[in-house]
């Protein structure tokens, strides 16, 4: 029988590729994530998964039934011997980054790529509210993240609004029916903060009674 480290020992130096634009994945820190092959694989020698081009994951040999995990990984990850899919598990921030799984043969062929980004849940975003002087407009300032929007209602008639950064954070005030809803969203997670609208009537009511509304100003978004 052939020893193993033939295999190890013995790889091309060229590495054909079938995607040039890695699939994005994103998962939440602590969850577990499943990556399949994206392309057929019929014979090969080895196939090895690898992270960010020089750091092996988990090296598959058919003809030992053997899958070798890697230091770092030993307990982390699961190997489907008929699919060749792998699972991460137990996802922490430092396992974003580049998976490929690469099959050995004749050539080396990259059969799947994908670019995976590990996220905190977001936190819950925090609604405030200020009052007018005179007329009842309501602007209300939805925090979350580094974020901030401002959003006025005049009576019961309010504008909508939204922000989005490129890591793909989202921070919106919209209107569902009777609600107010401030919501705070990831790819993997979200929260929201609501006020209904029978809240802004009372507000507007108290304002037109003349109560003192100091204690819902606040500083608007800067």
Request: charged share 25%; glycine share 6%.
């Amino acid at each position: 029988m052939t020893d193993i480290t033939k295999y190890q020992n013995n790889l091309p130096s060229y590495l054909c590729s079938f995607s040039t634009v890695p699939t994005r994945v994103f998962a939440q820190v602590g969850s577990s994530v499943q990556l399949d092959t994206q392309h057929p694989v019929l014979e090969f020698d080895d196939l090895t998964w690898v992270f960010n081009r020089t750091n092996n994951v988990l090296k598959y040999y058919p003809e030992f039934k053997k899958a070798k995990q890697y230091p770092g990984y030993e307990g982390r990850v699961e190997f489907n011997e008929e699919t060749y899919s792998l699972t991460l598990k137990n996802l922490q921030k430092t396992d974003s980054g580049l998976y490929e799984v690469r099959a050995s043969g004749v050539e080396v062929r990259a059969v799947a790529e994908y670019r995976l980004s590990v996220l905190d849940p977001v936190e819950a975003p925090v609604r405030t509210h200020q009052l007018s002087n005179d007329t009842c407009t309501i602007t209300l300032i939805c925090r979350g993240h580094d974020y901030c929007i401002n959003f006025s209602c005049c009576k019961e008639t309010c504008e909508e609004k939204e922000v989005t950064s490129g890591g793909g954070i989202t921070l919106s005030l919209s209107v569902s029916g009777s609600t107010i809803i401030c919501n705070h969203s990831n790819p993997v997670s979200w929260k929201t903060d609501v006020l209904e609208m029978r809240r802004l009537k009372q507000l507007c009511a108290d304002e037109g009674e003349g109560v003192n509304t100091d204690t819902h100003r606040h500083k608007h978004c800067l």
